[in-house]
């Protein structure tokens, strides 16, 4: 290594392993009379700015995102911040929302919040490849409580809330294609977007029919399955009446009913105590569509007492629910005697 009144390099000495923190080599370079330091080249403004997008670039993250202005014929415009934006549609464009399972076009509404990818193919125009409806806040969550003509009411808590629709309200529903007023009913859980029109008074603008979340990977919900419905499963006697929801048609298949019971075992001097899971009834059901209809299953013997003998009287219990050509849906639910 050389040293000059010019340029001094040195190099950091490695460190070893299991003697402090190991770190790559570093090569302090000091230019001294060149005076072309780093912050030489800062100071001469050679500022690498981040790329920006270029016409005609396809992108994979989202080109634009903003709130829709209006909507045309093979387009619709965007404001973001103060820059009003037009998006370029076409056949091959895809369209997703998350509460909606075939988006298009016609699902877009003005004040729906969007993210679009594609190109861009002038100032302030972009030729969309993707467009995702980003879900709102809603103003207002509850169950549906009645329903009217032009309105319904639904109850959040102790307050019951008054949903005025209008023609140019939408609809969303992840397990219907083309939601509309009739595809509400009593006891469905909605999130609705809006303006609050006055005490416990919404106009609607939008109304978001809430599917269950499904668990351990299930599908969502379509028409003619069912799941369990809301509450726990009462024991009366020797028979468990559970609730089950049938979403958009008529429901048939099989329940099967299971439990899990503590079981003690000996294994030479030790004792070993371990969950086993017992089958506890299976019953056939057939239900029109609804919310919370009850199916009977009677319990055999050893699971019967196994809740009898449970803390509080309480168990949990596993149900799969079978329907022919379709999945089998395994959920869980507390039995009370």
């Given at each position: 290594m050389t040293t000059s009144d010019d340029t001094i390099m040195k190099e950091q000495p490695r460190h070893r392993w299991g003697r402090g923190r190991p770190s790559r080599p570093r090569l302090a370079v000091f230019l001294g009379t060149a005076g072309l330091g780093?912050?030489?080249?800062?100071?001469?403004?050679?500022?690498?700015?981040?790329?920006?997008?270029?016409?005609?670039?396809?992108?994979?993250?989202?080109?634009v995102r903003g709130k829709v202005a209006s909507l045309g014929t093979g387009s619709f415009t965007l404001?973001?911040?103060?820059?009003?934006?037009?998006?370029?549609?076409?056949?091959?464009?895809?369209?997703?929302?998350?509460?909606?399972?075939?988006?298009?076009?016609?699902?877009?509404?003005?004040?729906?919040?969007?993210?679009?990818?594609?190109?861009?193919?002038?100032?302030?125009?972009?030729?969309?490849?993707?467009?995702r409806i980003l879900q709102a806040r809603p103003l207002v969550r509850g169950k549906v409580a009645s329903l009217g003509t032009g309105n319904f009411t639904l109850t959040r808590g102790?307050?019951?809330?008054?949903?005025?629709?209008?023609?140019?309200?939408?609809y969303a529903d992840a397990a219907v294609s083309g939601a509309s007023f009739a595809t509400?009913?009593?006891?469905?859980?909605?999130?609705?977007e809006g303006t609050l029109a006055g005490t416990n008074l919404v106009d609607a603008s939008r109304v978001r029919i809430v599917t269950r979340t499904p668990r351990r990977g299930l599908p969502v919900l379509r028409a003619g399955e069912a799941r369990l419905g809301a509450g726990l499963g009462r024991v009366r006697g020797a028979v468990a009446f559970i609730p089950l929801?049938?979403?958009?048609?008529?429901c048939r298949g099989t329940l099967r009913l299971s439990v899990t019971e503590l079981v003690t075992l000996r294994r030479g001097r030790s004792i070993v105590h371990r969950d086993e899971l017992v089958p506890a009834g299976v019953a056939s059901y057939a239900m029109a569509a609804g919310p919370n209809h009850l199916v009977a299953v009677r319990l055999e013997p050893r699971a019967l007492?196994?809740?009898?003998?449970?803390?509080?009287?309480?168990?949990?219990?596993?149900?799969t629910i079978l329907a022919a050509g379709r999945p089998s849906v395994v959920e869980h639910l507390e039995l009370l005697a």
């Open positions: 780093v912050a030489g080249v800062v100071g001469a403004g050679l500022a690498l700015p981040l790329p920006a997008p270029v016409a005609g670039a396809a992108t994979t993250r989202p080109l404001t973001q911040g103060v820059a009003t934006i037009t998006v370029d549609v076409s056949p091959t464009t895809t369209y997703a929302d998350a509460a909606v399972s075939a988006a298009s076009l016609a699902t877009l509404s003005a004040g729906s919040r969007v993210a679009v990818k594609g190109t861009l193919a002038g100032t302030n125009v972009v030729d969309a490849t993707a467009v102790v307050a019951t809330i008054t949903v005025d629709v209008g023609p140019t309200t939408t509400l009913s009593v006891g469905r859980r909605v999130a609705v929801s049938c979403q958009g048609g008529a007492a196994a809740l009898v003998h449970a803390r509080g009287r309480r168990l949990t219990a596993t149900a």
